[in-house]
Nanobody, 126 residues
Framework: QLQLVESGGGLVQPGGSLRLSCAAS????????IGWFRQAPGKEHEGVSCISSSGGSTYYANSVKGRFTISRDHDKNTVYLQMNSLKPEDTAVYYC???????????????????WGQGTQVTVSS
């Protein structure tokens, strides 16, 4: 069974940091593009970041550019989202998603992903 599991969410004060992890079971992530999306209450899913299978190409939404960093560790079969300088508007459920990395696809869009995790809550509040 192919499964993605997010972890690392929690409650943090504004300006703080969290590192989210997206671990795979049942398959290896090596050939998969990975995306992080988030959904705040009453809002649509927002694409936050994505990374190509090689790790050589990354994308960040303008709202997180300079604060978030996506990375992957093939040995651990895990993708990370390091989130620094967190703001209250970063509060959301964060999801990771995976899809075989086909050339030419736009992996900033959630419609391109087949496998999804269950999400992890991030709350930024004082």
């Amino acid at each position: 069974q192919l499964q993605l599991v997010e972890s690392g969410g929690g409650l943090v004060q504004p300006g703080g940091s969290l590192r989210l992890s997206c671990a795979a079971s049942g398959f290896t992530l090596e050939n998969y593009a990975i995306g992080w999306f988030r959904q705040a209450p009453g809002k649509e899913h927002e694409g936050v970041s994505c990374i190509s299978s090689s790790g050589g190409s990354t994308y960040y939404a303008n709202s997180v550019k300079g604060r978030f960093t996506i990375s992957r560790d093939h040995d651990k079969n895990t993708v990370y989202l390091q989130m620094n300088s967190l703001k209250p508007e970063d509060t959301a459920v964060y999801y990771c998603a995976a899809n075989w990395d086909y050339s030419g696809r736009d992996y900033t869009k959630k419609s391109q992903y087949t496998y999804w995790g269950q999400g992890t809550q991030v709350t930024v509040s004082s």
